[in-house]
C-alpha cells in the first residue's frame, strides 16, 4: 500500500532540507535526491517544491 499526501503535507516539503516534494497528475514525488542531476537545472525543481507541478511536467515534456 502506498501512503496518501494531502497538499498540505506536500506543501510543508518545500526545500531539499525538508524533502522536496513535487505533484505530478495527483502522484507525489520527492525530488532531494535528484535536484542536481535534474536535466532543466536544480533552479526548476526548487521553484516548485510543495506544489502541484502538473502543468509545468506536461508543457516541458510535450515537446519531447
Keep these: 500500500m502506498s501512503k496518501e499526501f494531502s497538499t498540505k503535507d506536500v506543501s510543508e516539503h518545500n526545500t531539499v532540507d525538508k524533502g522536496l516534494y513535487i505533484i505530478v497528475d495527483s502522484d507525489v514525488y520527492e ?17 516548485v517544491g ?3 507541478a502538473t502543468k509545468q511536467f506536461w ?5 519531447i
Excluded: N, Q
Design 31 to 47: 525530488m532531494s535526491s535528484f535536484v542536481d542531476e535534474h536535466p532543466g537545472g536544480a533552479k526548476i525543481l526548487k521553484r
Design 50 to 52: 510543495g506544489k502541484d
Design 59 to 63: 508543457k516541458v515534456w510535450k515537446h
